[in-house]
């Protein structure tokens, strides 16, 4: 029971701070994806942890169709108003990355930035069967997200990052830290002819 309060209370929070502008929601696509667009021909994409959309609008004003999906009822009205010039070829969905059953395509690339981090232990078996369910042969996945420390009950461990590639291929991981000091991660994994 006490796990439920506090994962009602964490969703939230998190929905709360939409209210206004929350410190993640930069309005500025993340530069790793932009460098990606540079260099891969469009396809189909699905943000996991979609937020307002910024990300999505990158995609799509590079040819990209887009899916998005995010469980901040705010922030999925502020993305479908992004997204709404671009016709069909965008769609944001009011939802859990852990519950995709509703999505039955296959993705070119699958994105988080700054979701995984976030969820609990089981949360994140049900996240990484629905990426590997999703992602197309050949497709890529992108994930940043802030690596686990003794602080943070969240987060991304190198035991994951394995788990990842046991369905595709690690090619780039970079490491860093934000502004507040906590260590982050941005990999870059291929689901290649051998997986």
Known sequence: MKWKIEKFLRRFSFNYRYISKPPWDTGIPVPELVDFISKHKPGKALDLGCGTGTNMVALLNAGWNVDGVDFAMLAVNRARRKIRPFGKAANV???????????????????????????????????????????????????????????????????????????????????????????????????????
């Open 93 to 195: 969905y009011f939802g859990s990355v852990v519950d995709l059953d509703f999505l039955s395509g296959k993705y070119d690339l699958i994105y988080d930035i700054g979701c995984y981090h976030a969820l609990d232990k089981k949360e994140k078996a049900s996240y990484r069967t629905n990426v590997k369910r999703l992602i197309r042969q050949n497709g890529y996945y992108l994930l940043y997200a802030f690596y686990q420390s003794p602080t943070m009950v969240y987060g991304l461990n190198a035991y994951e990052v394995n788990l990842f590639s046991e369905f595709m291929q690690k090619i780039y991981q970079l490491e860093s830290t934000d502004e507040k000091g906590r260590s982050a991660m941005f990999l870059e994994f291929r689901k290649g002819d051998s997986y």
